[in-house]
């Protein structure tokens, strides 16, 4: 990735705007951890299988996973509804590349999920779920992201989040430690705040480790 182009002089040392600085963050950390990602993530990234039983229990015909990683979960999924259509939107150039490799049958976009059009990945057709697994707690404006997907569901459709928790029943000390850890990252719980005001209906896993939202589309407009 080449940096943004500033309005500096020449010589002057480029302009870079957040989400420049986020995307390289991304490809250093991923561009090592993409081979290892599937294996080590496993014990500690958990309810990811219980989001997929619960968007399973329902008809869809079109799905995107936003910071989908190396499409783990889609593959999951497409398992279970191979005649559905799938999306993934993915900043990350290491875990692109793997997603594409492990599901062809999914188109695979760059981008942030505070600015993508998810209705432009199926040819503006609405889809059915936006599915965001542990990637809510890394994206830089997440009121911003939930405003953008659910503006672009179909009537009828569903959001569905899985992220960590606030660990309210894990011993202080440490949840504490375990915070330090996850911000070192760049990783933070999802605020259930944040969730309540986009109307979210909210399940805790065990010890308030996961949780698992599920949010409607937004409102349509009303008539002028």
């Known amino acids: 990735m080449s940096p943004r182009s500033g309005s500096g002089t020449a010589g002057e040392a480029p302009l870079w705007s957040e989400r420049d600085r986020h995307r390289a963050f991304l490809d250093r950390y991923y561009a090592w951890a993409e081979p290892i990602y599937d294996l080590t993530r496993k014990p500690y990234l958990l309810g990811r299988d219980r989001a997929i039983d619960l968007i399973a229990e329902r008809p869809f015909a079109r799905l995107v996973e936003i910071g989908a990683g190396p499409g783990r979960n889609l593959a999951r999924l497409h398992a279970l509804r191979p005649d559905?259509?799938?999306?993934?939107?993915?900043?990350?150039?290491?875990?692109?590349?793997?997603?594409?490799?492990?599901?062809?049958?999914?188109?695979?976009?760059?981008?942030?999920?505070?600015?993508?059009?998810?209705?432009?990945?199926?040819?503006?057709?609405?889809?059915?779920?936006?599915?965001?697994?542990?990637?809510?707690?890394?994206?830089?404006?997440?009121?911003?992201?939930?405003?953008?997907?659910?503006a672009a569901l179909a009537p009828g459709g569903e959001i569905v989040v899985v992220a960590f928790g606030d660990f309210h029943q894990v011993p202080r000390r440490v949840g504490r430690l375990f915070r330090r850890w996850l911000d070192a990252f760049h990783v933070r719980p999802v605020d259930r705040a944040l969730l309540a005001t986009e109307r979210a209906s909210v399940e805790d896993g065990p010890l308030g480790y996961y949780r698992i939202a599920r949010l409607p589309p937004a409102p349509a407009p009303r008539p002028s």
């Open 84 to 150: 559905a259509r799938y999306a993934a939107v993915e900043p990350s150039a290491p875990m692109r590349r793997r997603l594409e490799a492990r599901g062809p049958w999914a188109r695979t976009e760059d981008g942030f999920a505070e600015e993508v059009d998810c209705r432009a990945l199926f040819e503006l057709a609405r889809p059915d779920v936006i599915l965001l697994s542990y990637s809510l707690s890394m994206i830089q404006e997440p009121g911003r992201a939930l405003r953008k997907a659910r």
